[in-house]
């Protein structure tokens, strides 16, 4: 399993010659860091790194708190038509991107906001936080009632129920949702394809999938290229990596 | 007034007031209703319209009725793009399916007994780690790997003697789409693994005791008792991977764009050239209508299964 990445960060380190004079099984001979760079500087990676992460963690925030102030009105509240909403929540979730994308094409250009990250933030935490509702609402429902209504007694409103006493409640449920909301959508593919298409505002998936011409066919490019591509999702992985333990199950409807 | 009647008084105002107050969450509904209706409900309903009509994207659309359907049944494209899909659909939900179902087995009865905790969790993260690469990442791995000239693949073949087998994995008709199917397997070990290992956590121990007494081999107990009661996980991995695998656009888009020819091509990225190269947008509405309705009624059953399950549970 682990062999490809093995592999892709092995040929990174060696120069072109190398690789073909010895192929791809051949332990590098120098830490050579100029194919790296020469990447880096090809995918002009570290504009598509910060727009990688603008976008994540905008999205992260956003979708949390749509689903927040939802789930608030489903879970807590309980108004009327509750069930309804969640299955069309939860179906909407499902729905696949591409039925959704012409329209929101049309529209981004209507409005001025086709090739803007904000147009792919909007998109992508609405998609998100049905997902959150969905999940933050069954949390919100298992909360004691004798809890709500003691700080009703207390003179709470609505607003200061929500920030004083569900939010710092639910923290472990947000801090899941944070991490696999950041990690969905740092590997984000077709609405970033669909709506960013210049060079300075990308992300680094987009940049992936777009070098792969221009780097022709030098192997130990698009190795490079590729373990750039891992890095940042190993850095994630060890440090999230309790909480996507935590959340494991959660990525199953993903 | 004792104290005890002046709590319980407030208690009944409060039941009063609370159930009042009730109304006081429907204003926390409306941002996110809006937003529901601007991004999703809205380009939903505007796509299924946009499927009856031939449009290249300017200009008014051109209402044409079903004659997108009709020509959709006909074409070998479309045809080809569904029969895609259903190929990967089966071989990327079952094999990862059992390949997890074996090695969770494996791991959280040999591997935890005889080597500890430690490389459980390592054999768990190694298999789960490509489920958070970015699909494209995976592709562009893979494309690199299967490279037709000095390719990992190739060069091992050449390396043992086997140079009639080598070729251009994504570049030949006969290959193209098994090696798709064989980099998505790869990706998606890990999740079923995860989800069944969790599951195996979840069951106590106590249910073994009478296959134990009766002689049971570990083997036996793990086929008959715990396959059985995990149902609900398997049951979760295998329809949440059917829509899932529905969807695969980016492992056809950085690896063989649909070809050779139609060899490869899915109904998600024949959608996107009718949208966006061939300005077909009708066209490419009536594909994403279609497809919409089957993962509907996948996601649908798969709905009632879990409130059905949530009843007996």
Known sequence: ?254 | MTHKDYSHNTKIATLKASSSLNKGYMVFLIPGVLLFLLIIVFPLLANIGLSFTKWSGVGTPVWVGFTNYMKAIRDSYFLTSFKNALLLVITVTTIPTLIGLLLAGFIFEYILDKFGRGIAIFFRVGFYLPQIVPIVVVGIVWRWMLQPNWGVLNWSLKAVGLDTLTRSWLGDTSTALPSIMMMMIWFQIGYPLVIFIAALQRIDPVVYDAADLDGASRLQRYFYITIPLIRPEIFVVVLTTIIYTLKTFAQVYVTTKGGPGRATIVPSYFSYQNFFIRSRVGYGATITTVLTIIIGLVAIGFIRMQIKQEQEG
């Open chain 1, 1 to 254: 399993m682990l062999f490809p990445f093995a592999l892709i960060t092995n040929n990174s380190f060696k120069t072109e010659t190398e690789y073909y004079a010895n192929g791809p099984y051949s332990l590098f001979k120098s830490l050579n860091l100029d194919t790296l760079k020469k990447v880096w500087n090809l995918m002009d990676y570290s504009i598509k790194l910060r727009n990688s992460i603008v976008i994540s963690m905008s999205v992260a925030l956003l979708a949390i708190v749509i689903s927040l102030s939802t789930a608030f009105a489903l879970g807590i509240g309980k108004v009327k038509g509750k069930s309804f909403f969640i299955m069309f929540f939860l179906l909407a979730f499902v729905l696949p991107q591409e039925v959704l994308v012409f329209p929101l094409y049309h529209l981004s250009k209507l409005v001025g906001l086709y090739n803007t990250r904000l147009s792919v933030i909007i998109i992508i935490s609405v998609l998100y936080s049905s997902f959150g509702t969905y999940f933050l609402s069954s949390i919100f429902s298992a909360f004691s009632r004798e809890l709500i209504e003691a700080a009703e007694i207390d003179g709470c409103n609505k607003l200061q129920l929500l920030f004083r006493i569900i939010v710092p409640l639910s923290m472990p449920s947000l801090s899941i949702l944070f991490v696999f909301f950041f990690i969905w959508s740092w590997n984000e593919f077709f609405i970033p394809l669909v709506f960013l298409v210049s060079n300075d505002n990308q992300t680094i998936t987009i940049a992936m999938a777009m070098a792969q011409g221009q780097h022709g066919a030098t192997l130990t490019l698009q190795s490079a290229a590729a373990l750039l591509g891992v890095i940042p999702c190993i850095i994630f992985f060890v440090l999230f990596q309790r909480t996507l333990t935590k959340g494991i199950t959660l990525g199953s409807i993903k």
